[in-house]
Nanobody, 123 residues
Framework: VQLQASGGGLVQAGGSLRLSCVAS????????MGWFRQAPGKEREFVAG????????IYADSVQGRFTISRDGPKTTAYLQMNNLKPEDTAVYYC?????????????????WGQGTQVTVSS
């Protein structure tokens, strides 16, 4: 599985961005996908995840109500709609995919990773 993330950028606090993660090669092996983020000097943290078949989402408390994870019908692209962005959302955002099993919130639970996309929120 190959993952390609895009959509990051610079936005003012209160603004919105939508991240995309395109999956290719052996996408039938994807059972769930997740978005993670890593700020400078901090560990990589779970943001949101989605079950690939059902589309059922899971969110970190810090983004609940502001971010929405979704995927397209052909199940090749995952999205992360980020609204009401805050300066503390500034980080490099990564998408990740895993095979069978329960959706994980730990980075160690994922088999495939995309390159990061920078999100910077100014105050």
């Amino acid at each position: 599985v190959q993952l390609q993330a895009s959509g990051g950028g610079l936005v003012q606090a209160g603004g919105s961005l939508r991240l995309s993660c395109v999956a290719s090669e052996d996408t039938d092996g994807i059972y769930s996908m997740g978005w993670f983020r890593q700020a400078p000097g901090k560990e990589r943290e779970f943001v949101a995840g989605i079950y690939w078949a059902s589309g059922g989402p899971i969110y970190a408390d810090s983004v609940q109500g502001r971010f929405t994870i979704s995927r397209d019908g052909p199940k090749t692209t995952a999205y992360l709609q980020m609204n009401n962005l805050k300066p503390e959302d500034t980080a490099v955002y990564y998408c990740a995919a895993r095979g069978p099993g329960v959706l994980r919130t730990s980075p160690a639970g994922y088999d495939y990773w995309g390159q990061g996309t920078q999100v910077t929120v100014s105050s």
